[in-house]
């Protein structure tokens, strides 16, 4: 709710129903996901948060503001998880068959950490809001004792793949992630995690539809006006509608996404 760009934003009403409850749907529609759990915070500033998913029946866990990763690791912890999927909830029309390609991913190939997307300055082909993390438990809890810096804790994934490098020809090079397939690079991490990272085979890594500003939210706002509030639709569905509709996605075109680097500087104090 203390978003430094847009506050209580994930409370904000999208077409009849809060942002919240419309990526819990979302979320629990994948068919490898057998529990979705919100881990907010202890923040009095979250006691919103809390009331709604209790009045609800949404499962919840309140954690450190700031410590994602222990947030994301007591949640698992309690749940017993043997895969923790790491969504955020700015992400309204996150896609539950891209979860489904991450998670499967993960189990088939044994991988540690498997993802559709890493953050700037790494290249994305996925839009940005339909971004989805997988690793074992066995992996958070090791980076939960072992991840130091600010940046591990708050985006409570990146000590997995930080350091990596695209591409096969990088010389000297230990830690690249080589194509496996035309949509997989896998390799291992510079801190010896085996990784994947799917790529989409057409690149719409500029798209944006994730909220974290108010044109974000206009534009998340206008899409689900056009599938009528339903919920239901799929991120091709989108793609349709924006391709249709270029127009609509000038309205948060000038928005900035944010890199691996951008912490909250309300941490540090």
Known sequence: MSSSRLPGKILADIAGQPMLQRVFVRTSRSV???????ATTTDSTD???????????????????????????????GAKADVVVRITADCPVIDPALIDDVVNTLLEGEYDFVCNRLPPPWHRTYPIGLDVEACTFRVLEKAWKEAKEPQHREHAMPYFYEGVVLGSNVKGQKSNLR??????????????FNIALLHHSTDFGDYRWTVDTPEDLEFICQVYSRFDGRDDFSWK???????????????????????????DKRALK
Request: glycine share 6%.
């Open 32 to 38: 490898t996901v057998t529990e979705t759990i919100f």
């Open 47 to 77: 006691d919103p948060v809390a009331e709604y998913c209790d009045f609800s029946g949404i499962s919840f866990t309140r954690g450190n503001l700031y410590d994602v990763l222990d947030r994301y690791y007591q949640a698992a912890k």
């Open 237 to 263: 569905e989108v793609l349709d509608l924006v391709h249709d509709e270029p127009r609509l996605m000038e309205i948060n075109s000038g928005v900035r996404h944010k890199t691996l680097k951008d912490i």
């Open 179 to 192: 194509p496996l397939t035309f949509d997989i690079d896998q390799g291992t991490s510079p801190r010896g």
